[in-house]
């Protein structure tokens, strides 16, 4: 049976500050909060204690619960997207770092997603990697989500759930984001196969159906996502197949876009609680 919780991803807010995001939150009806180790780093060095983020978040009705991401679990971490300039920095936290961040959080959960090359490691290798970093998060007690990216090694649903199953860690799941979904190949007999509670995470958006022209599918993910119903994706059938799986767990809206980025809290969190409305009414009614 899914979790029933919606969640405020970072994409979605990231051109705003701390306090604007939890707004966008609040508005859109959301109790928990993800946020990134870089962000995270950024309001400590402007003298904005863990507490006072804890704090703000609390009088919006908001928690924070999701780190994300973690990126340096293989040796050969770094991104390298052709014709796209990727800021290594912002996700370049070690894991003495990241799990500090995590700790001084209390988050639940976080994020992990490759960074090398499709085909630079083999899937013994990640396996092994994967479960060494299952390992580490669960003495912390963390879950580990994996998020399957079709531009970089972990590339499709096929690998994560190889990867889970052979692992097998009990505190492991997977990122369902429909834009890597769509965009690396659908499969809804392998998506039902999987358990729904190895679905722990949701990131719903839209998109053209296909990549423009002359546009790299990096730049795509990254910048020409649209609000879940204004591109071709078939959310409405992609949420049914959730819902009967009982993997509707921590669900919110991922739109990486320009567009987003000049919206103010009160719009971002009026369209994503249009969303819930449209396509989730019934799971949270």
Request: hydrophobic share 40%; charged share 20%; with cysteine.
């Amino acid at each position: 049976m899914s979790n029933g919780t919606r969640i405020m991803w970072n994409g979605t807010v990231r051109a705003l500050p701390f306090p604007e995001q939890l707004k966008a939150a609040s508005i859109a009806g959301c109790t928990s909060i993800a946020i990134t180790p870089s962000d995270y780093n950024k309001w400590l060095g402007a003298s904005t204690p863990t507490s006072d983020l804890k704090s703000m978040a609390r009088d919006e009705g908001v928690e924070i619960t999701h780190l994300d991401p973690f990126v340096r679990w293989t040796n050969d971490w770094k991104p390298n997207l052709r014709g796209l300039n990727f800021p290594i920095d912002t996700v370049g936290f070690d894991a003495d770092d990241f799990f500090r961040m995590a700790s001084a959080l209390q988050v639940n959960s976080f994020t992990a997603w490759s960074g090398f090359a499709s085909g630079r490691y083999s899937l013994a290798e990640i396996e092994d990697a994967f479960g060494q970093l299952c390992a580490r998060a669960a003495q912390e007690g963390l879950r580990c989500d994996l998020e399957f990216i079709p531009v970089f090694g972990v590339h499709s649903l096929k690998m994560a759930w190889d990867i889970l199953r052979h692992v097998n860690a009990e505190n492991s799941g997977i990122v369902f984001d429909f834009w890597h979904y769509m965009r690396s190949g659908p499969d809804e007999a392998l998506l039902r196969s999987i358990p729904g509670e190895k679905i722990t995470a949701v990131q719903l958006c839209d998109a053209t159906a296909y990549v423009p022209e002359g546009m790299s599918l990096a730049y795509d993910g990254l910048n020409n996502r649209l609000a879940p119903g204004d591109g071709a994706f078939p959310i409405v059938s992609l949420v049914k197949t959730l819902r009967e799986m009982g993997a509707l767990n921590d669900v919110g809206v991922e739109v990486f876009s320009p567009r987003f980025d000049r919206l103010d809290a009160q719009t971002i969190g009026n369209l994503t609680r249009g969303v819930f409305d449209r396509f989730l009414a019934s799971d949270w009614s």
